[in-house]
Structures are given as structure tokens and as C-alpha cells.
């Protein structure tokens, strides 16, 4: 007798190749890589060259680092501020990314138009919304006096903590989708079954849904923590003269026009990305955690 | 549980607040009547928007990012939509490096390449000159182009050019009258999400700006480190209405999309 | 290409496949068919998947490069021309309507690349949707359609620019039983009417039975065996061919002899004579065939000249419709099937012991 429907599965998987010769689509490409080489990836790399070209082939501003005050303590703050940011960011995204899923559908779109409000900001614009809340004469320290509990203003703005709270302001969306989109292929009938084995609703939670979210935790993380090693405008505007990041230190090193110093600095910065980036796409569950996160 | 449920509850809603109430208190203080800051304002008016409207120091760079983004939108849709159709039609060997070399912007951090390219430019007087700004602008712009009509492509069925073709449709033909009409609203989504990331740009801006082309976002910059301005306030809230405006664009441009991909389900029998 | 103003008086193109080949990387997908399609039949190439059918339709189409071989319209080679200037129709399973378009613009889309003025394509759209029996569903777009008015739909802009060959995926394969029945009939109608040479393909074989001139059965890349549906049917050549259209019972043995255009056999201890085919010798191994419904319960072991018989006992009965199916252990240890209209005499229950006889030229060698 006949086989089962085959057929229809067995062709749909391969696309119909169209007879077109490679040179065709390398004709479609070549506009945009050649503008990329040219005014993008060329420059980055020439200015990335200067960290092993000056004054002649030398490894010396790589072998400076470890040593150098300056750097160390910048790359402390960096990275304490990039954990923290990530931290907060995961602690505070968790339950929003929970209530997004397990929410009713007009609930769900409200909790994702105000996590995606601040997408529609600019970061110059959330930033100088800090500056507004924390400065000396901001909006905090005038309901206060306004309100009696202090006397003086308090020193909130050019502060590290200015600083952890608007990155986890403006990061936060970027832990939450990641997270909100692996906790939405959770199948339903793992917590259905798991409570009709009696399990209580905070038993299916940590013992279910928390280890299936771990993806989307790592993803999140990840992402937040990349994102904020390079931050640049936000720590520049609301954080304090002693906590320079990795991304100031190096601008300020290009406006004294000390390139070699800089280009270390950038191909250091560079690499930890590229590395962090590359380990998440390696790794399927974390690049699939990646794909919810849309613009 | 249900105490568990109401605390749950109050972390999101307190964290939504989180989120919402800085953009909103932006909103709010551009209104104020009121020189300094203060919350709520005792009293609401426009003065910051006429300051804003009133002052040449604030509309010409708000002109020229308008130009900047608007040039960086023609070139950007123009080598992202190309690159995205010939991407999808390369030998995976190819495809990889091709596409990665395309979405890398996203990628780099924005301090390497903000310094990068004002390296290479300021030795070709492409810095303080908008030309210099709209090269670098473009390729922050590009990976979004080749994301949003590649998303698009990947949902179109190929098996439609290939009809066309047995049709009688010359490859060109077929591309004209089948691919693109199919693409629009992904080139669309693209060239809005180009506009809106060169008008927002800043850090590259910062670098290749110089004295001779100053964009909003570096006027706003700038005023930044010495005064807290209402002014500022209300260009923000207007450069948030203008993100609004577009990205609503986007959101229309897309619905149109999804009801094209689904055409071929049909009606039941 | 000549094209008809009247429907019927355009002639079909007669397709010749030689040594046809194609290899994607190491796998032979179409290995060495050689095919000669007449003008105005309808043929059918069938097959499992994986069987090449697809494949070799491609290749005529253009979609696909030959990696050896020729294909031949009308005499005239077409390897080299493109698809787009074979002026082949071609219907999709999964209609590959533009859904940008309407139904109008969709089935006018190959007259207008064809620089066929928009009067002149109004009218012919009219007519291609008359002939599919869908007029009045010009403004309609796709996604307002079913499915089976969708692959009309298909069909009317395959063949509104009189194409001299008609070419069709498994169009019918993501429909519903009902529907595709119904469908099949439209298709057989307008061969009638249309007059062209219709190549079709399909995995499914009563799809294949019903609406063929000629079928061309496929397995792993060759034509196993090319023929009119009665021919595949009654004289298949190969086991394969055997089993995959309709159901066979099969009976291994050694032969034992000839006698008057029949083969002798022994079949695990029951002589069985089949209609002789080649020249088989004493102590071969050979393959006997027949099909279920050929055999009958006999009252008593049957003697009679020209008829196999053979003991058995029902292992289980199943009522289906209009026939009854019985599956059988026979003598020997031979699983049969016997398929008998129902209604006809009591049912056997399983467990009873049963005489089966057949005609020996039901029986064939594959």
C-alpha cells in the first residue's frame, strides 16, 4: 500500500535553488562589505594597530597594563559596576519578565510597551532623566527638603550609586526579553503535571520553572554585562571624577591624543566583548535565549 | 499564595514604575513653569519650548540631524537592502563572515568604534564636517537594515520566485514584481530604525562632530556638562515624540507584514 | 509557441528524457531515466519519496541542472534554456499564489510578462477562471480563498498562456480526501478539454490509477517500470512495482518445471503454477504473485485444471465497507491476504481452517 505522506515533508525542507550563479548575490554584497571595510572595519583596525605599531612593533602597552594604577583601578570599577548592573538587573527583571509571561494578554502588552518605553528613549535623554531625579537641586532632593527630612541636599548625582542606578534603568529591558522569551517555551503541561503531582505553586516555581530558566538567565546576564563594559554616556554624565570607566579612561586618553595607550585599552575592551558575545552564540541555549531579544 | 501573589505584584509594579517614571518626570518638567527644578511644577507652560523654538543654538543642530539621519536612511536602506538579498543566496561558507562583517556594529562596543573611525577620518578632514558624520552614522544604521529585511526574506517563501520564473518572468522581472513589493515593509521597519538610531546617535558624534557639525544629541551633550537646563527637558520630550512618531511607523509597517505571510494559510473549506 | 485562440486546438509538446542524471554530491537522486513522453498524454511519474520523481520534474522544468543526459520538448534540446523561457505551466503543492496580488493580477501575471496587453489579459483571465469554474473571483485575494479554490486558482495561471506542457508537484497532496477526489476530476477534465500533454507526479498510487494515460513507476532514482495503469497493474515486472500499486501476496519457491505457458513451482511445500515470463530453469528461486482479490474460498481442496490451491487458516478478519479483508497463514508458513466483496457468504472467523484456490493466470513471476 501506499507510504505515509511523505513527500510533502521530504521537499519542503530543501529551498528550490534558483539558477542564479554565486556571482550574483557576491554582486549584492560587495556595495556593503566594501563600505564596511572602508569606512568601519579598516579605521578600527589601523587605530587598533597603533597599540603594537608604536613607536615600532612592541608589545610594550599590552605589558604595561598589568602594572598601571590607573588602568587596574578603572578596570575595578568596570567591572564591579558591570556586576552590580548585571545583578540588579536580573534581580529586578526576574518578576517582569514572569508577570510578562504568566499574564493575562492586555497585561502582558502593558507590562511590554513600558519595558520597551525606554528602548524608545534615547540614552541621552534616560540619562539626563537621572540627572533630573538625582541631582543636587533634582527632583529627590527637593521633595525631601520640601518634605522636612533633610536639611542639605544630598550628594546623590556624580556618585557610583547614580551610576549602578541608571545603568540598571536603561539595561534593564535588555535582561528582561532574553528571559521573557525562554520562560515562554516553557510548556504549560510541565507545571499542569507538576501540580497535579501536588506540587504547591512556589514548589513548580523553583523546582520547574527556575531551572528552565536558567538559559534565559544566562543570556540576560551575559548581554547586560557586555553592554555595560562598554558603556560610555551614562557613567560620563551621572557618575562621580573616581569612577572613571574603562570607556571614559579611554576617551579621555584619545582627547590627549596618546593613541598607543588607547588602542591597548579599546583592543582589551574589544576582546572581552568578543569573547563573552562569542561564548553566548556557542553555546544553543543562550543563542536561542538571544533571539527574543528585538529592537 | 495569595500573599506571595500580592507581594509579586508590588515588586513588578514598583519596578515598571522604575522604568516609566524618569521619561515620564522629563515629560512633565519640560511643562514647568519654573526655572529650576521642582516636582511637581507649580505651574505648567510652555516657556522651555519657546526657549527651544526661539534659539538658533538649538534648531540648527536639531536641522542638521534631521539632514544627517535623513542621508543616513537613503544609504544605509540602499547597501543594507542589497547586502540582505545577497546574503540569503550565498553558499553558507560565504554567509557566515559576510553577515557577521554586516552586524558587527552592534556588536563592537560604541567607544571602539567611535574612536576607530575618528582616527582614520580626521586624516581625510572628514571631522566638524556632516559628511564624516553621515559615513560613520551609516554603518551603526546598516546592521539594522540587513536584520529587518533579512527577518523578512527568511519568511517569504522562495518557491513564489520560482513560480514567477516558470511563469515567464525574467530573474529581474520576478525580483521587481514579486520580491520587492514582498520586502517593502521590512526595508521599511529598517530605514525607520536607521533614522531613529543615526538622530539618537551621540558617542561617534561626540568624535567626528568637531566645532563645524554639531548634532542635537552633541548640543544636548554639551549643555549637559555645565547647566541642568529645562530646555533640555523639552528637547528630550521632543526627540521622544519624534521616536514615538516613528517607531509607531514601525509598529503599523509591521502588522502589515505578518498579514502578507500569512496569506497562503487561506480560508477553511 | 504557437498559441490556440480556441481551447483545444493547441497540440501538446512531446517531452523526451535521455539518460537523464543528477547527483547532489555523492547521492544519486535521478539515475539514467530514459523517457519518452507523448504529445497530449498524461503521465505520471510515481514514486515513493526519495524516488527522483521530483527531482526529474524539476529538471524539465528548468528549476534543476542535469548533472548527465538531455531533455528534449518537441524534438528541440531545453537544457540550456532557462526557466523562464521554456513556456512550461507549472502547478505547486503549495500553489505559490503571490499573495500581494489578486486572483486576476495572479493568473494575468504570465500574460503580462508575455507583453500581452491589459484588454487582451482581462479577457483570457475571464476565460482561465471560466474554465476552473471560479468566475467573479478576480478582485479576491489569496488569503480570502480555501484551499481548493487557491490550487484552481493555481491551475487557471498555469494554463492561461496555452503552455504545450502542463507540469504538476503532488498539486493535490495538501487537501483533504474529499477534496482531492473531486480535484482529480477537474484535472482529467481539462486534459480532455485542453488537449496538452499533462505530466504529473505523486506518491500516490490509486492518485495515479485513476487519472493516468501512462504511469511511470519510480524507486531510487530509475523508472522501475512504465506502463498503462491496467499493465502496472496486472503484469507488474518487479516486486517492488508488485507491492507499491495495490497489495500483492507474494510466494517464494523453486521451480520445478514448465507445462503449457506455465511455470511449476513449489512454494514451501504447495505446488503453485504461475503464466510463464523468461526462461526459468529447474531449481531456480522465483518469485510468485497475486493480487487479493483474485482469491476465493473453495469449499473443498480444489483439483481443478488451472487453479492453484492452497490450505490456510484465518488469522483475522476485518470488515471494511465494501469489501472484507482476511489475513491468512497459509500452508508453509506464507502470510496471504484475501480481499472478497462483503456481503458475499457468511464471515470466516480467525482460527478457522480454510481452503484458498486462485487462477494460475492470475498468478504472474516477478
Known sequence: ?295 | MKAMRAGGAAIVTLVLLFLAAPILIVVIVSFSSAAYLSFPPPALSLRWYRVYFGSSEWLVPTGLSFGIAAAVVVLSTLLGTLAALGIGRLPPALRAPIAALSLSPLVVPGIVVAIGVYYAYSRYGLVGNPIGIVLGHTCLAVPFVVTSVSANLAGLDRRLEQAALGLGATPLAAFWQITLPLIRPGILVGALFAFISSFDELIVSLFLSGTGAITLPRRIWDDLRFALDPTIAAVSTLTIAVTLVVLGSVHLARRRSERLRIANVGLPE | MPRGDVLGEVAGAAVSLVGLEKRFDTVGAVRGVSLEIQSGEFLTLLGPSGSGKTTALMMIAGFEQPTAGDIAIDGNSVVAIPPYRRNIGMVFQNYALFPHLTVAENIGFPLKQRGVDRAERNRQVAESLAMVRLSGYEGRYPRQLSGGQQQRVALARAMVFRPRLLLMDEPLGALDKQLRESLQIEIRRLHAELGITFVYVTHDQEEALTMSDRIAVMNEGAVAQLGAPEDLYNRPVSRFVASFIGESNFLPGIVRGTENGFVVADCSGTIVRAVLSGNPRQGDEVLLSVRPERLRFANIASDKAGENCIGATVTDAVFAGERCRYLLQGDGGVPLVLKEPSGLAARRAPGAAVEIAWAASDTITV
Do not use: C
Not at chain 1, 554565486?22 to 554582486?27: D, F, M, S, T, V
Not at chain 1, 550628594?155 to 535588555?174: C, G, Q, V, W
Not at chain 1, 563594559?229 to 584619545?254: E, N
Open chain 1, 1 to 295: 500500500m501506499t507510504t505515509l505522506a511523505e513527500s510533502g515533508i521530504a521537499t519542503a525542507g530543501r529551498q528550490p535553488k534558483l539558477p542564479t550563479a554565486p556571482l550574483g548575490p557576491l554582486l549584492l554584497v560587495a556595495p556593503l562589505v566594501l563600505y564596511l571595510l572602508v569606512f568601519y572595519a579598516l579605521p578600527v583596525a589601523a587605530m587598533l594597530m597603533r597599540s603594537v605599531t608604536d613607536p615600532h612593533w612592541t608589545l610594550a602597552n599590552y605589558a604595561r597594563l598589568p602594572a598601571d594604577p590607573v588602568f587596574l583601578r578603572v578596570l575595578s570599577t568596570t567591572l564591579t559596576t558591570a556586576a552590580v548592573v548585571t545583578i540588579g538587573t536580573m534581580v529586578l527583571g526576574y518578576p517582569v519578565a514572569l508577570a510578562m509571561v504568566r499574564a493575562r494578554p492586555v497585561v502582558t502588552n502593558v507590562i511590554l510597551a513600558v519595558v520597551l518605553l525606554p528602548f524608545w528613549t534615547s540614552v541621552l535623554v534616560r540619562s539626563y532623566a537621572w540627572m533630573v531625579l538625582l541631582g543636587r537641586h533634582g527632583l529627590i532632593n527637593e521633595a525631601l527638603t520640601a518634605a522636612g527630612l533633610i536639611e542639605t541636599p544630598l550628594r546623590l548625582l556624580n556618585t557610583a550609586l547614580a551610576t549602578h542606578i541608571a545603568m540598571i534603568h536603561i539595561l534593564l529591558p535588555y535582561a528582561i526579553l532574553p528571559l521573557a522569551s525562554v520562560l515562554r517555551q516553557i510548556d504549560g503541561a510541565l507545571l499542569r503535571a507538576a501540580a497535579g503531582l501536588g506540587a504547591n505553586p512556589w514548589r513548580v516555581f523553583r523546582q520547574i520553572v527556575l531551572p528552565l530558566s536558567l538559559p534565559g538567565v544566562a543570556a540576560g546576564m551575559l548581554l547586560v554585562f557586555v553592554l555595560s563594559l562598554g558603556f560610555y554616556i551614562t557613567p560620563a554624565l551621572v557618575g562621580g571624577p573616581r569612577d572613571t570607566m574603562l570607556s571614559m579612561l579611554i576617551a579621555q586618553q584619545v582627547d590627549l591624543l596618546n593613541w598607543p595607550y588607547a588602542a591597548a585599552l579599546s583592543a582589551t575592551l574589544l576582546a572581552v566583548a568578543l569573547a563573552l558575545i562569542g561564548l553566548t552564540l556557542r553555546l544553543p541555549t543562550l543563542r536561542q535565549a538571544l533571539r527574543g531579544v528585538r529592537r
